[in-house]
């Protein structure tokens, strides 16, 4: 009677013991990539301020040394993490999310310098007890959460040929997909490639895919039963076997030139695509045909030529900015490739960031870093007032441009200007 009761006690235990780390888990604020924990630039946080016409939210710190930049951070818990450049160098860092105070830096190589702006400019993937990120330069780094020391690196340049389209910097946010770190080097040699994420090894390249590297990040979806990479590039996207690297369907895309930057979306079976320099937009239907797929296209059209700054998918719209000459934050019925509608946010803002927080929209002005609250609703544009920086960075570059996306975490609002990291309390 002792035994059953003793293992009885065990069992419950262990019951209590797992629902109680489950809970810890579900609890912890996590925003730990580029885009999101879904990749698709939505935070589903709730009991926040989304209506500033009423209270604007207060600024908690500001951060002065996050240096040259356009990588978003990203938290897990109570530390936010990113990376940036300053005096030649660039670096990685981590910050207390509660009073904004550095935790660590570590150096990782010469600073990235270019014209539009020194520093890196993806964000940084979190896996774990680990980092992995990707340099304007080229160089990946896979570092310790803990304290910043470097695990392994490699240079997509030096070490595999890599070739950029153009030449702003590599720009990409690596992905994590199971024991993978998946990313874009481009070139001649295969466009993608994954490395074993605890030791830096190739475990394979695509190399029937040999386009140059674009500014986009790669994301992961099933398509018939089949999980693939689903990336841009210099002429088109593409989908990749996440197994072993084989390329599964490509679309070329006439007019993609320059720079290819926004993130794919996936919508059930369905990818969408879009880009700048008059490229518009793709929506397809990749279809298993064998050991291979083909690509149904629904639509093709320029309803929506989002240059950079992104879009996101809520109940079957599409919203982000479109170039000229629609030159508006776009609604678009993302089945039919129709505008819903147009706005001109603030009768001039042309290009910006979008980050969704349920049915609200956070519309960032590229030009001075302004933020307006949009409804995301297809029966209309309706603004809930508006926010600006309380000051701009010093750092001069060729634009002077905001180009880092907004991030929402544990009832915080993190924005970027460069060596300055704001952090506001959405909660009050």
Not at 42 to 52: A, M, R
Not at 64 to 79: E, F, N
Not at 291 to 302: A, G, M, P, Q
Request: net charge neutral; charged share 20%.
């Amino acid at each position: 009677m002792k035994r059953k009761f003793g293992i009885t006690f065990i069992v419950v235990a262990v019951v209590l013991l797992t629902t109680a780390i489950s809970s810890i888990a579900q609890d912890v604020p996590r925003w730990t990539r580029w885009r999101g924990a879904n990749n698709d630039g939505i935070s589903k946080e709730t009991g926040l301020n989304l209506d500033w016409t009423v209270k604007k939210p207060p600024l908690a710190w500001t951060f002065r040394q996050a240096g040259s930049g356009y990588a978003s951070p990203v938290i897990v818990g109570k530390i936010l993490y990113c990376q940036g450049g300053a005096e030649g160098i660039d670096f990685a860092f981590a910050l207390d999310t509660q009073t904004g105070n550095l935790k660590w830096k570590q150096d990782l190589g010469e600073e990235f310098a270019e014209s539009r702006g020194n520093g890196a400019r993806g964000s940084i993937t979190v896996d774990g007890d680990k980092l992995y990120m990707i340099r304007g330069g080229g160089q990946i780094h896979c570092l310790s959460a803990a304290d910043g020391k470097i695990v392994w690196q490699k240079d997509f340049k030096k070490d595999f040929n890599g070739k950029m389209m153009s030449n702003w910097g590599y720009s990409e946010s690596p992905l994590i997909e199971g024991n993978l770190v998946i990313c874009t080097p481009g070139g001649a040699d295969g466009t993608m490639i994954a490395f074993n994420k605890n030791t830096g090894a190739t475990e394979w390249r695509c190399k029937e895919w040999t386009d140059d590297a674009g500014y986009s990040s790669p994301i992961a979806a099933d398509i018939d039963g089949v999980r693939q990479i689903i990336q841009q590039s210099g002429k088109g996207f593409a989908g990749v076997s996440a197994k072993d690297g084989k390329l599964l369907w490509r679309v070329e895309v006439p007019g993609y030139r320059i720079a290819i930057i926004p993130t794919p979306v996936f919508n059930n079976g369905y990818v969408y695509i879009t880009a700048g320099y008059n490229a518009g937009c793709n929506y397809v239907k990749p279809v298993k045909a064998g050991d291979s797929f083909k690509v149904e296209t629904v639509y093709s059209n320029k309803n929506l030529i989002n240059q950079h700054g992104g879009v996101v998918l809520i109940n079957g719209h599409i919203y982000g900015f479109s170039d000229p000459p629609i030159g508006s934050l776009v609604c678009q019925n993302v089945n039919t490739g129709e505008n819903v509608w147009t706005q001109k946010v603030d009768n001039e803002v042309v290009k910006g960031t979008v980050l969704a927080i349920n049915d609200r929209l956070l519309v960032q002005n590229e030009r001075n870093g302004f933020i307006t609250l949009v409804a995301a609703s297809p029966d209309g544009y309706k603004d809930f007032g508006k926010m600006e920086f309380p000051e701009r960075t010093k750092i001069q570059t060729q634009d002077n441009m905001v180009w880092t996306h907004p991030v929402v975490a544990d009832g915080k609002l993190y924005l970027r200007d460069h060596d300055l990291l704001f952090c506001y309390d959405l909660k009050k």
